[in-house]
């Protein structure tokens, strides 16, 4: 089981910057695809970036030049660097990360989906 942990969310006005974090457990963090989704109130839930094991990064279009993903293998920490956030950025961001399931250096063959718990995130004046 991989748990994830998001941190960084709260208030902020148009235009203004915030940097989310999550931190996830285990020792294989480094083999994930690791990604940031979203879900606005009444919304399904979508898929704002991600950022492969070799560092590959893909972005939905209305974050491109504005967001950047990015990993630290050492930590087990994925990060998301939202810059010049819109009032349409406002949603619970949660942090996913799909790969195996492994017991210390052991690992299944299949792939799973692994959620943090949400953290909010809101653009407002």
């Known amino acids: 089981q991989v748990q994830l942990v998001e941190s960084g969310g709260g208030l902020v006005q148009p235009g203004g910057s915030l940097r989310l974090s999550c931190a996830a457990s285990g020792s294989m963090f480094s083999i994930y695809t690791m990604g940031w989704y979203r879900q606005a109130p009444g919304k399904q839930r979508e898929l704002v970036a991600t950022i492969s094991s070799s560092g590959s990064t893909n972005y939905i279009d209305s974050v491109k030049g504005r967001f950047a993903i990015s990993r630290d293998n050492a930590e087990n920490t994925v990060y998301l660097q939202m810059n010049s956030l819109k009032p349409g950025d406002t949603a619970v961001y949660y942090c996913?990360?799909?790969?195996?399931?492994?017991?210390?250096?052991?690992?299944?063959?299949?792939?799973?989906?692994?959620w943090g718990q949400g953290t909010q995130v809101s653009v407002s004046s």
């Open positions: 996913h990360a799909l790969g195996p399931l492994c017991s210390g250096y052991v690992c299944s063959t299949d792939n799973f989906d692994f």
